[in-house]
């Protein structure tokens, strides 16, 4: 069975420009959970869909967005984008929204110069 | 502020020995909790889940609930320098209908030979 897939995994932009993430994941799979991972903070959660729906939201700014599609593929979008984005964006999914683990994908490395 | 506590380490035990990794969590009525590794570079791997007080094993992994402390550990036997990675606590917080997973910010185990 494949696992989380996310693309892409290196990605380099400057400030003030947008991005998206894209995540599909285990197959049967229905809850999309992204997160951000930073030295500084460690895994932060920034939302979960579930059904085409955002069922959960971490406290990041409106800057950051996601969707969810019909076949429960997941993107992330980030405007305008500032140095302390630099992260590592992992996406995980789970069967459902309940209690179940989440599988993580290998992540995307987003540096903003 | 719901928060999952743990010692950053690093944890140095020799090879074959017992490393012992602790997490405190806040919320008192979280359910589930997931212990995750992560090597350098890598993106976290699920390794145990336990939903209910005691004890619960998996091969040379051990994980161990008390929720009247809001304790959790995680037992690794027969340490191996593969085993060397950061381990991060996951305790499911309930803040609506929907729960999402807060992180420990790691332990770093190294297992010398």
């Known amino acids: 069975k494949a696992g989380v897939t996310q693309t892409p995994r290196y990605l380099i932009k400057t400030r003030g420009q947008q991005v998206t993430l894209s995540c599909s994941p285990i197959s049967g799979h229905r809850s999309v959970s992204w997160y951000q991972q930073t030295p500084g903070q460690g895994l932060q959660f920034l939302f979960e869909?579930?059904?085409?729906?955002?069922?959960n939201k971490g406290n990041f700014p409106g800057r950051f967005s996601g969707r969810q599609f019909s076949n429960s593929r997941s993107e992330m979008n980030v405007s305008t984008l500032e140095l302390g984005d630099s992260a590592l964006y992992l996406c995980?999914?789970?069967?459902?929204?309940?209690?179940?683990?989440?599988?993580f994908g290998d992540g995307t490395r987003l540096s903003i110069l | 502020q719901k928060e999952v506590e743990q010692n950053s380490g690093p944890l140095s035990v020799p090879e074959g020995a017992i490393a012992s990794l602790n997490c405190t969590y806040s919320?008192?009525?979280?359910?589930?909790f997931f212990w995750y590794r992560q090597y350098s570079g890598k993106s976290p791997e699920l390794i145990m889940f336990i939903y209910s007080n005691g004890d619960k094993e998996d091969g040379r992994f051990t994980a161990q609930l008390n929720k009247a402390s809001q304790y959790v550990s995680l037992l690794i036997r027969d340490s191996q320098p593969s085993d060397s990675a950061t381990y991060l606590c996951a305790v499911i917080y309930y803040g609506g209908s929907q729960g999402n997973l807060i992180f420990g910010k790691g332990t770093k185990l190294s297992v010398k030979p």
């Open positions: 995980a999914s789970s069967p459902d929204s309940g209690n179940q683990p989440q599988h």
């Open positions: 869909y579930f059904s085409e729906t955002q069922r």
């Open positions: 919320d008192r009525g979280s359910q589930s």
